[in-house]
């Protein structure tokens, strides 16, 4: 069976898995963790600003990153792998590999 077949997209403004906290980032960069990534959208005007909704599975359950989009600052390698992700993801549903890696202040996705 495929993975097209079993998967079941989460609605944009519906419930979503629960999120990823800070301290398991970080628990997640310390380890190295290899995760796939099942999904990315984007969600504008959020009280903290535009965000990435990064749609993951960890231990068998879904989960979801956020990272900030835009603002004074953007992390442009990242906003480019989560741009080209969402276009990845309207023609293909398989899973993308990837492990969240630390650059100076930055959380960054490093595919594997």
Request: cysteine-free; proline content about 7%.
């Amino acid at each position: 069976m495929a993975f097209k077949d079993t998967y079941t997209p989460i609605p944009f403004d519906g419930d979503l898995p629960e999120f990823v906290g800070q301290q398991e980032k970080a628990e997640l960069i310390a380890s190295g963790t290899v995760f796939p990534i099942t999904g990315v959208r984007i969600k504008e005007a959020t009280k903290y600003g535009d965000k990435y909704y990064v749609d993951i599975t960890l231990d068998e359950e879904p989960r979801t990153l956020t990272f900030g989009k835009g603002g004074e600052k953007p992390v442009t390698t990242r906003e480019d792998l989560l741009n080209n992700l969402i276009a990845y993801f309207k023609v293909d549903t398989t899973p993308v590999p990837v492990k969240l890696v630390k650059a100076g202040n930055a959380q960054l996705l490093e595919l594997v």
